[in-house]
């Protein structure tokens, strides 16, 4: 993303005051330029933004070009949506390569050691569980009671979420498919991310939701607009100009809704 997006983006939030919660991910967005910029900005330009998150993969906190980084995050009451894709080494390693889960637990107890995932404190930490295959996670509360039990003495909240892999290179696509139609829930709809949420990718274009940015399908505007795909520099006032764009939706979308549902905050019911 350049400082151009990133100026554009704080242009529009400033003027979008009923957005409450911005969500910056990557990669590991703490590396880029951009991140602290707009942490610090949005802090002191947009205060009616009561949340910002960092979907932090845990070993950035490890580098020593990062040294600052845990201070950095408490000073801005920053929320952290951590990646720790299970509470057993070996699957964590098989995921994320070699020693991904000891440089992860290390970077979770200097969290625990500035004051995020304790009791009563206000520096909130949420762990995201990554099934290995192509099936749907657990039940995030029988997750939660795991990892508790697992990680003795961490006290953490657990939010369970899904990736989707490429499951036709290993002849799974079919039967993945029918697990998620056929666990379709008609309850979990009034939740779905896609609601009220709108993606903004590196380059400003505007999507959906995470899964339809992976999948290069940019918003659907309304029919007064021009054609193509629309950016940040589109908007005139503000992204609550999004209001009434219909959600462009397709297969993947069983992925959202299937059994418990499934958002970038975890299940939905």
Same mark, same amino acid.
């Given at each position: ?6 100026? !554009?983006?704080? @242009? ?26 707009? /942490?610090?900005? *949005? ?18 906190? +490890?580098?020593?070009? +990062?040294?600052?980084?845990? =201070?950095?995050?408490? @000073?801005?009451? *920053?929320?952290? /949506? ?26 979770? $107890? +200097?969290?625990?050691? /500035? ?36 990680? /003795?003495?961490?006290? =953490?909240?657990?939010?369970?979420? $899904?990736?989707?892999?490429?499951? +036709? ?17 008609? #309850? ?27 999948? @290069? ?9 021009? #054609?193509? !795909? ?5 908007? @005139? ?9 219909? *959600? $462009? ?21």
């Amino acid at each position: 993303m350049s400082l151009e997006v990133a100026d !554009r983006i704080m @242009e529009l939030l400033k003027r979008s005051y009923n957005i409450h919660t911005v969500d910056i991910t990557g990669g590991a967005p703490e590396m880029h330029h951009a991140f602290r910029y707009l /942490v610090r900005r *949005i802090r002191a330009e947009a205060t009616h933004v009561r949340t910002i998150l960092d979907r932090c993969n845990l070993t950035i906190l +490890q580098q020593a070009n +990062q040294s600052d980084l845990i =201070w950095f995050l408490r @000073e801005h009451n *920053i929320d952290i /949506v951590a990646s720790l894709p299970c509470y057993l080494e070996e699957n964590v390693d098989m995921q994320r390569g070699n020693t991904a889960y000891r440089r992860s637990v290390a970077a979770l $107890r +200097q969290l625990n050691g /500035v004051g995020y995932g304790l009791p009563h404190s206000p520096l909130r930490l949420d762990l995201v569980y990554n099934p290995l295959g192509p099936y749907l996670p657990p039940n995030q509360l029988e997750l939660e009671v795991q990892y508790h039990d697992y990680l /003795v003495s961490q006290v =953490w909240d657990l939010l369970s979420s $899904r990736f989707l892999q490429d499951l +036709q290179e290993a002849g799974q696509y079919e039967a993945y498919m029918e697990l998620l139609v056929n666990a379709f829930n008609p #309850a979990t709809l009034d939740g779905l991310m896609c609601l009220d949420q709108v993606h903004v990718s590196y380059d400003g274009s505007l999507y959906d939701c995470d899964f339809n940015y992976a999948l @290069e399908l940019p918003v659907m505007q309304r029919l007064e607009r021009k #054609a193509g !795909r629309q950016t940040v520099f589109d908007l @005139e006032h503000s992204f609550e100009e999004m209001s009434g764009y219909r *959600i $462009r939706t397709g297969k993947h979308c069983f992925g959202c809704t299937a059994g418990s549902g499934s958002s970038c905050g975890g299940a939905i019911l």
